[in-house]
């Protein structure tokens, strides 16, 4: 079954279920994974877990379809080490 029917049987509101979809699809390329449970959540009126497992679910079938990369999100530890190497450099460069 796919994602947009799960959806289309649980919707509280007038929203289609596809403009719901781009709308949670949306909000994983922006990385607020958060946001996009919140938001089916409240639009389907599931449970966590299973909010979570589908959002999931969407950002799995999105990286396959090439619509995300996956890949290219750095996340918080690939920015502290980019600042650890940036000082490192730094002060490498002061004292020679």
């Not at 918080?76 to 490192?88: D, H, N, R, V």
């Amino acid at each position: 079954m796919s994602l947009e029917k799960v959806i289309s049987v649980d919707v509280e509101n007038e929203e289609s279920p596809s403009q719901q979809l781009d709308e949670i699809k949306r909000l994983i390329k922006a990385r607020q994974k958060i946001q996009a449970i919140k938001l089916l959540r409240e639009e389907t009126g599931r449970g966590l877990k299973d909010s979570k497992e589908m959002v999931e679910q969407i950002e799995q079938q999105m990286v396959a379809d090439g619509e995300l990369d996956k890949a290219g999100s750095v996340g918080c530890s690939g920015m502290i080490l980019l600042a650890a190497t940036t000082i490192g450099a730094g002060t490498v460069w002061l004292l020679a």
